[in-house]
C-alpha cells in the first residue's frame, strides 16, 4: 500500500527529496513517517520524521530537526521527505512505513513501503 522513491547519490550538503505514496490507504487515522537503516544499526525504532494524516502535525528525530521536513499532497495522499544538508551519516536505507493510529506516533508501523537507497558521499 506504500509505494517509496526518489533516493539516489548526493554530495555532502546536498538536498534530497522522497515521496511515499498512499494513495490506496484506506485507514481514516494513521501516521505515516520515514525510517532509517543502516548495516550497523538495522532499522531506527524511531522515525526520522512523521506527519498524522488527520491534522498534519509533525514529529521530526533530534537529527532531522532544521533539516528534513515531511510534507504531502493531500489531493494524492503522497508524503514527501525534503533533505537538506546531508551528511555522510545520513546514509541509509530510508524506509516509509504507517501506523493505524488517532494520535501521532512515530513508532511500532503497522505496514512498510519498500526502501529507497540515500547515500551522501563525495
Known amino acids: 500500500q506504500l509505494q517509496a522513491y526518489g533516493g539516489g547519490l548526493v554530495q555532502p550538503g546536498g538536498s534530497l527529496t522522497l515521496s511515499c505514496e498512499a494513495s490506496?490507504?484506506?485507514?481514516?487515522?494513521?501516521?505515516i513517517g520515514w525510517f532509517r537503516q543502516t548495516p550497523e544499526k538495522g532499522r531506527e525504532a524511531v522515525g526520522v520524521?512523521?506527519?498524522?494524516?488527520?491534522?498534519?502535525?509533525?514529529y521530526y528525530q533530534g537529527s532531522a530537526k532544521g533539516r528534513f521536513t515531511i510534507s504531502r499532497d493531500s489531493g494524492n495522499n503522497i508524503y514527501y521527505l525534503q533533505m537538506n544538508n546531508l551528511q555522510a551519516e545520513d546514509t541509509a536505507i530510508y524506509y516509509c512505513g504507517l501506523k493505524t493510529t488517532w494520535a501521532l506516533k512515530c513508532y511500532d508501523m503497522d505496514i512498510w513501503g519498500q526502501g529507497t537507497q540515500v547515500t551522501v558521499s563525495s
Open positions: 520524521a512523521c506527519m498524522s494524516s488527520d491534522d498534519g502535525q509533525t
Open positions: 490506496k490507504v484506506t485507514f481514516d487515522y494513521y501516521t
